[in-house]
């Protein structure tokens, strides 16, 4: 019996890496996949779902109108589906998600979806929302804060890197993500992200480069020093 599955996590956890390797799975035993991703989503290519570490797959790109179930049964007409897999779930909207529990009980095709569960002010996402309550199987993928706990949570920097928690909860118009020792800072438009424990993220401390030790962990934005204090 075919299920809807949603593979939740904060940023930098590795959620389209695991996508893309499913997909792979599928396709080496000659079966056949559909990948969708929000159109919101334009880091990439309109037609390619790529995870941070250089992993990529073909996908069909939605928008927040389309019908997830009837593109599937078309497309499964077309060439019988074994799966269908969603990046970037967190922006489906709540008849979307409903959609895809019709592909999993009408179609009979297990769902794949992956995304964030909240954002940075700690609230869900709809498409989140309602695949927290809708899905049959619910995964956590984990990543790490830099003190070496789980990182749960999602802190907004505005461009001074300093953190915020108020604005628009989706910002258009991504331009990728930088890499920085000891975090991972995705740039969206003008907000930057970084993912952090439930501690750290109360903890953000933006400061003059010349009053802390090398060893401290930090990053530079435009000339700023944002030191992450060890309080785990």
């Given at each position: 019996?075919?299920?809807?599955?949603?593979?939740?996590?904060?940023?930098?956890?590795?959620?389209?890496?695991?996508?893309?390797?499913?997909?792979?799975?599928?396709?080496?035993?000659?079966?056949?996949?559909?990948?969708?991703?929000?159109?919101?989503?334009?880091r990439?290519?309109?037609?390619?779902?790529?995870?941070?570490?250089?992993?990529?797959?073909?996908?069909?790109?939605?928008?927040?109108?389309?019908?997830?179930?009837?593109?599937?049964?078309?497309?499964?007409?077309?060439?019988?589906?074994?799966?269908?897999?969603?990046?970037?779930a967190?922006?489906?909207?709540?008849s979307?998600?409903?959609?895809?529990?019709?592909?999993?009980?009408?179609?009979?095709?297990p769902?794949?979806a992956?995304?964030?569960?909240?954002d940075f002010?700690?609230?869900?996402?709809?498409?989140?929302?309602?695949?927290?309550?809708?899905?049959?199987?619910?995964?956590?993928?984990?990543?790490i804060?830099?003190?070496?706990?789980?990182?749960?949570?999602?802190?907004r920097?505005?461009e001074?890197?300093?953190?915020?928690?108020?604005?628009?909860?989706?910002?258009?118009?991504?331009?990728?993500?930088?890499?920085?020792?000891h975090?991972?800072?995705?740039?969206?438009g003008?907000?930057?992200?970084?993912?952090?424990?439930?501690?750290?993220?109360?903890?953000?401390?933006?400061?003059?480069?010349?009053?802390?030790?090398?060893?401290?962990?930090?990053?530079?934005?435009?000339?700023?020093l944002?030191?992450?204090?060890?309080?785990?």
């Open positions: 019996m075919a299920k809807l599955y949603f593979y939740y996590s904060a940023m930098n956890a590795g959620k389209t890496t695991t996508l893309v390797q499913s997909a792979y799975n599928y396709r080496e035993r000659g079966m056949n996949t559909l990948v969708f991703k929000p159109e919101i989503d334009e990439y290519s309109s037609s390619v779902v790529r995870s941070r570490i250089g992993l990529e797959t073909d996908a069909v790109s939605v928008d927040a109108k389309d019908d997830l179930f009837l593109l599937t049964e078309k497309m499964n007409k077309k060439n019988p589906l074994s799966c269908v897999l969603l990046d970037e967190q922006f489906l909207t709540k979307q998600v409903f959609s895809l529990g019709e592909i999993v009980d009408r179609l009979d095709i769902v794949l992956y995304g964030l569960r909240s002010r700690g609230e869900l996402f709809e498409g989140s929302l309602h695949l927290l309550a809708w899905a049959d199987e619910l995964v956590e993928i984990k990543t804060c830099h003190c070496g706990k789980k990182a749960g949570m999602v802190l920097l505005d001074n890197g300093h953190p915020v928690n108020v604005g628009d909860q989706v910002r258009k118009h991504p331009k990728g993500y930088l890499s920085k020792e975090e991972v800072i995705f740039v969206y003008d907000a930057l992200y970084i993912v952090k424990c439930i501690n750290q993220i109360h903890h953000q401390v933006c400061c003059d480069g010349n009053a802390q030790d090398a060893s401290t962990p930090h990053i530079t934005i435009s000339g700023q944002i030191v992450f204090l060890p309080l785990c």
